[in-house]
């Protein structure tokens, strides 16, 4: 009985879309942090758009969508963790923030009233050139983030 209860209480997808609300656009991210790579602003908007596609019901639509999506890459740095004795570092930590904002057409209130920002990370060894690891270490850290603005987005998390 228990268990009939909470099902009806929480959905596994956790996807809360108004049935009204039926396109969404991406705009082209802008990139405005200097050191990032100049594909990565493109990227992460066409993956953006293969996740909503394949995650909702929401047709990609450019005009007049019922959910907005715009934003930019705000911070692409890599910085020293994990000092050894003798001020050397084992690890280096490249950071990639996204700075986004969410306009939703049809409920004004589950548009987000300013830009936010979403930020991770991953390590790699000192002993790695970051043009060696960079790819794959872009590709971790644009899964985190997709999956945190699609949450924030979708879900109201």
């Given at each position: 009985?228990?268990?009939l ?100 057409n ?29 790819d ?22």
């Amino acid at each position: 009985m228990f268990l009939l209860l909470a099902q009806g209480c929480y959905s596994l997808s956790g996807i809360s879309v108004d049935p009204s609300v039926t396109t969404f656009s991406v705009r082209t991210f802008e990139n405005i942090a200097p050191n990032a790579p100049p594909t990565l602003a493109v990227d992460f908007t066409e993956r953006l758009k293969d996740k909503v596609r394949r995650e909702t019901r929401l047709a990609l639509n450019g005009e007049n969508p019922d959910i907005e999506f715009s934003g930019k890459i705000a911070e692409y740095n890599v910085v020293p963790v994990a000092p050894k004795p003798g001020e050397v570092v084992s690890l280096n930590r490249l950071i990639i923030r996204i700075r986004i904002g969410l306009l939703n057409n049809k409920e004004e209130k589950k548009s987000w009233a300013n830009e936010r920002d979403f930020s991770f990370f991953a390590e790699f060894s000192n002993t790695t050139d970051l043009l060696t690891v960079q790819d794959a270490l872009i590709e971790q850290i644009s899964n985190q983030l997709l999956e945190d603005i699609f949450n924030a987005a979708f879900n109201d998390w």
